[in-house]
């Protein structure tokens, strides 16, 4: 079993549309919780950094993150074109290792 | 936010070159950096964490001789991919930590040629 499984889409929405993208991973150490936005060619930008279970808005963008049931996922209200980029989760634990585990990512396509 | 430079974006080379990448972190120290892989639609990979004033630690997999990392200052790390051959023609990135958050570079494009 992967420790971070992601639907890799693509995933292509309207303009004005609500997006959900989500994570699911296995290992429970995992402490923090973030998303990632990679256009092509440039390297990752955070978006999104959380520890807690629940809700934390930033603008459009709402990452929720559910320990119980090991799953994360990033909501983009208003989507625009500007937002058509691959979006990473990315998680991290404070032991041992210190390098984040990415999901494989999402390329998502907002259509005008 | 904090800011990684990551110098140069594209380097075209012909097999054989060795190829040096830098990376610098540059308004915060990082006695840690990290470099990673990306191939085409695909994810991130770690292949080695840097370390200032000590080896760098590979991932399993990674030739340590292929791929030379010295971290010789609080703000600078750099990759030498030597003797590059067409089949490590990716994408490379590396990134720092600043207080619990990774920041990335921009990112290096290798073509071997």
């Known amino acids: 079993q992967k420790e971070v499984e992601q639907d890799p889409g693509p995933l292509s929405v309207p303009e004005g549309a609500i997006v959900s993208l989500n994570c699911t991973y296995s290992?429970?150490?995992?402490?923090?919780f973030m998303w990632y936005r990679q256009y092509s060619r440039k390297g990752p930008e955070l978006l999104m950094y959380?520890?807690?279970?629940g809700n934390k808005e930033d603008g459009r963008f709402t990452a929720q993150v559910d320990k119980s049931s090991k799953y994360i996922s990033l909501f983009i209200r208003d989507s625009q074109p500007s937002d058509s980029a691959t979006y990473l989760c990315?998680?991290?634990?404070?032991?041992?290792?210190?390098?984040?585990?990415f999901g494989s990512g999402t390329r998502l396509q907002v259509q005008p | 936010g904090a800011v990684v430079s990551q110098h140069p974006s594209r380097v075209i080379c012909k097999s054989g070159t060795s190829v040096k990448i830098e990376c610098r972190s540059l308004?915060?120290?990082?006695?840690?950096m990290f470099w990673y892989r990306q191939f085409p639609k695909q994810s991130l990979m770690l292949m080695a964490t840097s370390n200032e004033g000590s080896k760098a630690t590979y991932e399993q997999g990674v030739e340590k001789d292929k791929f030379l990392i010295n971290h010789a200052s609080l703000t600078l790390s750099t990759l030498t991919v030597a003797s590059a051959h067409p089949e490590d023609s990716s994408f490379y990135i590396c990134?720092?930590?600043?207080?619990?958050?990774?920041?990335f570079g921009a990112g290096t494009r290798l073509s071997v040629l």
């Open positions: 959380t520890y807690s279970s």
């Open positions: 990134s720092a930590p600043n207080s619990g958050i990774q920041y």
């Open positions: 290992n429970s150490a995992f402490q923090y």
């Open positions: 990315a998680f991290f634990m404070d032991t041992g290792r210190r390098a984040l585990t």
């Open positions: 308004d915060f120290q990082a006695t840690t």
